[in-house]
């Protein structure tokens, strides 16, 4: 299952921040340089308003002066004193006394001359011209202009740019998120239907809606889907097919290891009732038969022959009929069978040291349990005689209450697991096991021996009634 993007990861997100962002960057450098430019506009036109004003007076007043009619300069003077950012004008003579004056000079205080209205820190553009007549001076004049009204205008020009910008802000916002989300919509569609999929439903298919890269991008995952499921279905048969002929297999394997085990006891049976009556009555009938033979040695030494090779014959099927069907295991149990088993085993192989270790109660086993334990641990032995060239073998049995283990340990040449299945033992003992509902692990490698370790569950899945 696929876990939901976290917010800031997400598609959506990213993409309102970064157009957000970058609004608000170019849209601040652009408010930025017109405050800039208007402000500059505004002192540049008081500067040149100031200055043109200042040298029209200064040019007008030098006669005036000459004459010393400061009445009529004063008359002229207050035509142009209406000027509204005009704060205070006045005309200095040489002794730079003021003869004239308007609005608020500061008659004792000369204020400091600013070149340029931007470097007037007291809120006031003060400039100066000088009076000449004839190259002449003959004074000065003196004019401040109020730079407020020109920083209101630059206000409300920053005031109204900064309301655009933040209009503009706004819409792309809008935009931004009505594009993104519409866009964001789809893909997230697409991803929920690949967690869909993810999880084993094929079921799903995406609205593709357009014709455009998502449009196309959940065309083709639909097809893709199709293509999947179809061969999802189509492995899925096959699985379960060859699940089938596996169980099939095993079936098989277990009614003929049945079958086998119930040939063989019949076996033993037939052998014991009809060739074992038989051989009995033939030594009967040679024994008669020298009995009655008086003093013919001919006849005397053809009975005892035919005594001789009945007994022997006997002993064959005795012991063909014991491995066909060891009736101690049914008369005396197992533990008594593998006794006798691993006994026989020992005296044909002198040179190998076998130790055979039972614990906990084995008495309360059934049949089928036993019958197979027996036969796993004969084919073990036969094995190691056949292969392993052992000089020690130990078997373990013992019920640990709920499980019964089987170990077989020999210290032989082993062989490699993956290149042993050419013969039937092994994998016979693995069906007997599993037939019982144990587990079989086979450990060996070449050179150090083979250990196989069987669990058999005490209480279900075998035949192992309490008794
Ligand atoms: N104790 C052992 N030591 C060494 N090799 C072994 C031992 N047990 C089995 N093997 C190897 O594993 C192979 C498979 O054994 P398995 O009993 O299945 O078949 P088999 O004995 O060859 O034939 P079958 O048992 O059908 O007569 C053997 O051929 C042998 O190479
Ligand atoms: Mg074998």
Known sequence: ???????????????????????????????????????????????????????????????????????TLEDYLKNVVNYKELLYLAVLDRDDKAVISFGDFPDRARPAIDSHPAQAD????????????????????????????????????????????????????????????????????????AAQVESGDYSVSVPTESNDEVGKTAAAFNRMVTEVSSRTKQLEKEESRSRELLRENRQLIHTSLEIQEEERKHLARELHDELGQCLTAIQADAELIRDVSGDNKAIQTSASAIMDVSSRVYDVVHSMMHRLRPSILDNLGLIEALKDEIEAWKSRHQNTRCEFIYRGDLSSLGERSNISLYRIVQECLTNISKYAEASSVLIELENKGDELLLNIKDNGRGFDSALSAKGLGLIGMRERVSSLGGSMDIKTSEGDGVYIRIRLPMNNGSDNEQR
């Open 1 to 71: 299952m696929s876990h939901p993007v976290p917010l800031l990861q997400s598609l959506r997100c990213r993409l309102i921040v970064s157009v957000v962002a970058i609004e608000i960057i170019m849209l601040s450098i652009l408010v930025w340089n017109n405050i800039s430019i208007i402000q500059s506009t505004h002192t540049d036109r008081l500067r040149d308003t100031a200055n043109s004003m200042v040298q029209q007076i200064a040019n007008t007043a030098g006669n005036y002066m000459v004459a010393v009619d400061y009445a």
């Open 122 to 193: 007291d809120g006031v553009f003060d400039i100066a011209e000088d009076i000449k007549v004839a190259g002449q001076p003959m004074g000065k004049v003196l004019a401040g202009f109020s730079l407020s009204l020109m920083e209101d205008a630059i206000k409300k020009s920053r005031v109204r740019g900064t309301s655009i910008a933040a209009i503009e802000i706004i819409l792309t916002v809008i935009v931004t998120v009505i594009i993104g989300l519409g866009l964001t919509r789809r893909l997230g569609m697409l991803s929920h239907a």
